[in-house]
């Protein structure tokens, strides 16, 4: 490019398409280089959540939500980690599955949340 610091247009134009040319199996070879490192640099698989410790004289509400709570983490971390290796575009399209799946789920540790907060409000 230094060199080209006073051509036209059309010249470094040229002379860039040139350089392609050249370069072209250099670059496909990093190319594959860097999949194969993304490949080989993929996140590790994830634990699942530790039992929920419930205390003694915790609440119904309480308990309703920290069980809940815990059986959807543990679900999403086994559906991230059947993911690893899926592509950003695949995961994202599962994450949303996931959740219309899980809707219900979703809703009822909402729920359980709300009540919660309301029993503790009235206390």
């Known amino acids: 490019m230094s060199q080209l610091a006073n051509a036209s247009p059309e010249e470094r134009q040229q002379a ?7 370069n072209a199996e250099a670059h496909a070879a990093q190319q594959q280089l860097a999949i194969q490192m993304g490949a080989d640099s993929r996140p590790p698989l994830r634990r699942p959540p530790p039992e929920p410790r419930i205390p ?5 509400e309480l308990r ?7 059986a959807v983490m543990k ?10 290796s899926a592509s950003p575009e695949e995961r994202q399209k599962a ?11 979703l809703a009822a540790m909402q729920s359980a949340a709300d009540k919660l907060s309301q029993s503790q409000q009235t206390k």
């Open 16 to 22: 860039m398409q040139k350089w392609h040319q050249e």
């Open 95 to 105: 994450m949303q599955q996931w959740h219309e799946e899980n809707a219900t789920r």
């Open 56 to 60: 003694e004289n915790a609440t119904p």
């Open 75 to 84: 679900d999403r971390v086994e559906m991230m980690n059947q993911l690893a």
């Open 64 to 70: 309703e939500l920290l069980t809940t709570r815990h």
